[in-house]
């Protein structure tokens, strides 16, 4: 119940094109879903998160999409960018507290943008 | 800047001998941490959740008594890898937290390499 499931494993984009990450989380009592983004040797930095209550948010190039219902959200990276190679995880955490910093990770997908 | 910075970055270590990772909040003063194992081309793994002034709470497979945990100020984690073995060897994350109602963050550390030879 505590699984986060994320595909695909890896992605390979064009310069200019639309990267599209997915996520299924089985744990309906989740209320935290932030996406990190993390490069070869250093820890995961924060790209955008998102609640139950909402079904999109948008930050620059980056949106996450919500669906409760399905318990799926997924990440889109518009006008992907070299630079966007990394590794993408999702994650998932339960509210209540510093609960929220308890996080589930899903897989992992290993991004590369071609020039 | 970083909020939340982690020492050593890298560190080499006999079979047997431990190893202190230092993780600090910088901006803000967490009266939680977690701490994460990473393998090579893995996802992070929770190993435990530090909590300032009590004990430890361990996930499940984690030894307690090889990985312990204190929290000894609002800033400041420790991990301590005791009787480190090869297979101890990994990328070990730690993060942080407040509780601002609605915009709750978590901030992770650039992270540690833990090496046994």
């Known amino acids: 119940q505590q699984q986060v499931k994320q595909s695909p494993q890896s992605l390979i984009v064009q310069k200019g094109g639309i990267s599209i990450i997915n996520c299924a989380y089985e744990n309906t009592a989740f209320d935290y879903f932030p996406w990190y983004q993390q490069f070869p040797g250093k820890g995961p930095a924060l790209l955008i998160a998102i609640r139950p209550d909402v079904s999109e948010k948008k930050e620059g190039r980056f949106t996450i999409s919500f669906n409760k219902s399905a318990k799926q959200f997924s990440l889109h990276i518009m006008d992907s960018q070299p630079g966007d190679s990394a590794t993408y995880f999702c994650a998932a955490s339960l509210a209540g507290g510093t609960s929220y910093g308890k996080l589930t990770f899903g897989q992992g997908t290993i991004l590369t943008v071609h020039p | 800047g970083a909020v939340v910075s982690q020492h050593p970055s890298r560190v080499i270590c006999k079979s047997g001998t431990s190893v202190k990772i230092e993780c600090r909040s910088l901006?803000?003063?967490?009266?939680?941490m977690f701490w994460y194992r990473q393998f090579p081309k893995q996802s992070l793994m929770l190993m435990a959740t530090?909590?300032?002034?009590?004990?430890?709470?361990?996930e499940q497979g984690v030894e307690k008594d090889k990985f312990l945990i204190n929290h000894a100020s609002l800033t400041l984690s420790t991990l301590t890898v005791t009787s480190a073995h090869p297979e101890d060897s990994s990328f070990y994350i730690c993060?942080?937290?407040?509780?601002?109602?609605?915009?709750?963050?978590?901030?992770f550390g650039e992270g540690s390499w833990l090496t046994v030879v």
């Open positions: 530090s909590n300032e002034g009590s004990k430890a709470t361990y």
């Open positions: 993060s942080a937290s407040w509780d601002i109602p609605r915009e709750n963050t978590i901030y």
């Open positions: 901006d803000f003063q967490a009266t939680t």
